[in-house]
């Protein structure tokens, strides 16, 4: 069973720090999003990586993906409350059309 | 360009009834996915569609069934609904022609069982 484990589960930090979101795997992914999702609302594409060792930056946010491709990390420069939400990474492998979802870290920015 | 539209949002049924949920993909995309999630198990795959087709399907019981139109529109279908079937089911739609193009998904379909 294909499993992403996405750490820390909560995250609460003063608006202004930085922070880093994991998601693990044992398994290899051919691509790996990341979604935002706010309550009442569903996930929001912010970004896909398909090589190993791909960096890709949205302003504030710089995405990796590792060379194995079974990890990638979320991190966020000078966090603001507009960051706060509910971030889940999904990977897919070749051929399979089905996305696995990792656990999901709930991030709360205090103004 | 239209997102992807799923009705209705909020729905309440009683233990035993069974409901129909919509989704519209974004016109282009003839992939469909389900999802359900709950506070406590995270968003778990139900099963998606390709061209009218189920190409793939998760680990949940027969009552969850979908179908995909022509249209690429889709519909899920929960018969003998039980207390735990209370969750936010959410349609994503993508291109489905490479396993890595991404989903987007709609807002989502809030069910309540009483």
């Known amino acids: 069973t294909q499993l992403l484990e996405q750490s820390p589960q909560f995250l609460s930090i003063q608006e202004g720090e930085n922070l880093t979101v994991y998601c693990n795997s044992s398994s290899v992914f051919s691509s790996l999003q990341w979604y935002r999702q706010e309550p009442g609302e569903g996930p929001v594409l912010l970004v896909t990586v398909v090589t190993g060792g791909e960096v890709k930056k949205l302003k504030r946010l710089t995405f990796q993906f590792g060379d194995a491709r079974k990890d990638s990390s979320l991190h966020i420069t000078a966090a603001q409350p507009g960051d706060t939400g509910l971030y889940l990474c999904a990977g897919t492998t070749s051929g399979t059309y089905k996305y696995i979802f990792g656990t999901g870290t709930r991030l709360k920015v205090l103004a | 360009k239209a997102g992807v539209t799923q009705t209705p949002r909020y729905l309440i049924k009683t233990r035993g009834q069974q409901v129909t949920l919509s989704c519209s993909p974004i016109?282009?995309?003839?992939?469909v996915s389900w999802y359900q999630q709950t506070p406590g198990q995270g968003l778990q795959f139900l099963f998606e569609?390709?061209?009218?087709?189920?190409?793939n399907k998760g680990n949940f019981p027969g009552r969850f069934s979908g179908r995909q139109f022509s249209n690429s529109r889709s519909e899920m279908n929960v018969s003998t609904l039980e207390l735990g079937d209370s969750a936010l089911y959410l349609c994503?739609?993508?291109?489905?022609?490479?396993?890595?193009?991404?989903?987007?998904f709609g807002d989502g379909t809030r069910l309540s069982i009483l």
């Open positions: 569609y390709f061209s009218e087709t189920q190409r």
């Open positions: 016109s282009g995309h003839r992939s």
């Open positions: 994503a739609s993508s291109l489905g022609v490479q396993s890595n193009q991404p989903q987007h």
